[in-house]
Nanobody
Framework: QVQLVESGGGLVQPGGSLTLSCVAS????????MTWYRQAPGKQRELVAGLTRDGSPTYSDFVKGRFTLSVDSPKKTVYLQMNNPNPEATAVYYCYWPGLFDYWGQGTQVTVSS
């Protein structure tokens, strides 16, 4: 019913910038609630940033002030701009949307390395 596709991952240096995108298709009725998670090997998946049910951007404390969400509602797209990521940001980043079911994208790898 809903498909989420992440893109934009890759190698980024500390102090650099990288922008991820999540594009939704299908019977999505709202991008509100669309959320970015990340999971590093051997670690639990954690919340990074996302839109509340009311459409307001929220950020986890460890990325606040460095990562920025932007939204293109007509295109059903949410972007995550990563500024000055540290090596801890190395992870697979997933897009999530809470619809009738929980929808997840396939993930996009981000590697932070000098």
């Amino acid at each position: 019913q809903v498909q989420l596709v992440e893109s934009g991952g890759g190698l980024v240096q500390p102090g650099g910038s990288l922008t991820l995108s999540c594009v939704a298709s299908g019977s999505m009725y709202s991008i509100n609630g669309m959320t970015w998670y990340r999971q590093a090997p051997g670690k639990q998946r954690e919340l990074v940033a996302g839109l509340t049910r009311d459409g307001s951007p929220t950020y986890s404390d460890f990325v606040k002030g460095r990562f920025t969400l932007s939204v293109d509602s007509p295109k059903k797209t949410v972007y995550l701009q990563m500024n000055n990521p540290n090596p801890e940001a190395t992870a697979v980043y997933y897009c999530y949307w809470p619809g009738l079911f929980d929808y997840w994208g396939q993930g996009t790898q981000v590697t932070v390395s000098s």
